[in-house]
């Protein structure tokens, strides 16, 4: 049974480790916590590891190869599930970001975390306060 809402930016955090502005208490903490609980996504979520990984060896340099398949048996190896839906809700997510002000990708992981009523982990600022403002507990 998932017990909160992975955002992709604290799943990303993993990929460095020893980094001062990824690899965080809060990260580490959250990454903790799948030892004992699943944690749910919605499927948005793997495109933006891949383009995570993709952008930080291609264009930024930041990590190797050896790293890139460190960080994916690490995620492999975590209970992360990932929640499908129909395409028109996918695009619909749309609306709820003109209502937030926040990235329709970053809508998917709101809109989750409504509908299952589980705690947002996450380390985006304006989707952690998009989710604050929906009453949404923001895992710590």
Request: negative net charge; proline residues 4%.
């Amino acid at each position: 049974m998932a017990v909160f809402v992975l955002d992709a930016s604290v799943a990303v955090s993993w990929c460095f480790p020893g980094d001062p502005v990824e690899d965080t208490a809060y990260s580490r903490r959250v990454l903790k916590q799948l030892a004992s609980g699943d944690a749910l996504a919605p499927e948005i979520w793997a495109f933006e590891i891949a383009n995570a990984i993709f952008v930080s060896h291609a264009k930024r340099k930041r990590i190797t190869e050896q790293q890139i398949g460190e960080y994916l048996t690490l995620l492999k190896a975590l209970p992360i599930r990932v929640e499908s839906q129909d395409i028109w809700a996918n695009v619909d997510l749309e609306s709820v970001a003109r209502a937030h002000n926040i990235a329709a990708y970053d809508a998917a992981y709101l809109q989750l975390a409504l509908r299952t009523r589980l705690p947002l982990a996450t380390s985006d600022h304006p989707l952690r306060t998009a989710a604050i403002a929906q009453g949404i507990t923001i895992l710590s």
